[in-house]
């Protein structure tokens, strides 16, 4: 008569917890996806709550001035249009990309590049005029929910165009392997984030607040 003796190894083989392949290591490249899908996730917390700050500060005006008096509808919709078109240029780049022509990337990217810079530039001076008559953030809740808001989606765009910099440089020397467009694709849906938050920043912030 025989006995055998069963082990947790048996139980619990190495296969059930290594990839088909037998290697044990994980994916790199899904473990940075995974991680700016993550990013991107908190992101959208962070600006959901602002977005919820604003709107409660939204009328609390403590007597200084209110959206009407201080927002132009006109030279925001061209920030916006600025934006907006910067997105299409982007998506060329990526289209430029999946060709492997070089040229087409670095093109779509300087022209993306400069509609951000124009963005940045007319965000900031609007800034600087509302400082200038008294309405800064220190003015009212109002302001301060939305220079809060709105700044922190500029200060994303400013981070944008340095990325924007960075794969510039990496395309130019690296060329378009598949690390430089796995990065590139990783930044167009970045940027293309970005235009979606404006467009609720343009509508809850600038249109709801000229109306």
């Avoid at 400069?114 to 005029?129: I, K, N, R, T, Y």
């Avoid at 509508?203 to 000229?210: E, N």
Wanted: glycine letters at 10%.
């Amino acid at each position: 008569m025989s006995t055998s003796t069963t082990t947790i190894d048996d139980l619990f083989p190495d296969e059930l917890f290594s990839p088909a392949d037998g290697h044990g290591d994980h994916d790199p490249e899904a473990n940075v996806a995974f991680g700016f899908w993550a990013y991107l996730m908190s992101d959208c917390l962070l600006f959901a709550t602002l977005f919820a700050t604003f709107v409660v500060f939204s009328g609390s005006f403590a007597g200084g001035p209110t959206g009407r008096q201080l927002f132009d509808l006109g030279g925001t919709l061209k920030e916006t249009m600025l934006l907006l078109t910067s997105s299409i240029t982007c998506g060329f780049a990526i289209l430029g990309m999946q060709r492997q022509a070089r040229r087409h990337v670095m093109g779509w990217l300087a022209v993306t590049f400069l509609l951000g810079l124009g963005f940045v530039a007319m965000e900031v001076s609007e800034f600087a005029h509302m400082v200038a008559i008294g309405a800064g953030p220190d003015r009212s809740a109002f302001l301060s929910g939305f220079f809060t808001l709105v700044a922190t989606h500029g200060l994303h765009v400013m981070a944008g165009l340095v990325w924007m910099l960075v794969m510039m440089g990496q395309v130019s020397f690296k060329g378009l392997s598949e690390p430089v467009c796995s990065r590139l694709r990783r930044f167009s849906m970045f940027w293309h984030f970005l235009d979606i938050v404006w467009i609720g920043v343009f509508t809850v912030v600038y249109l709801k607040g000229s109306l």
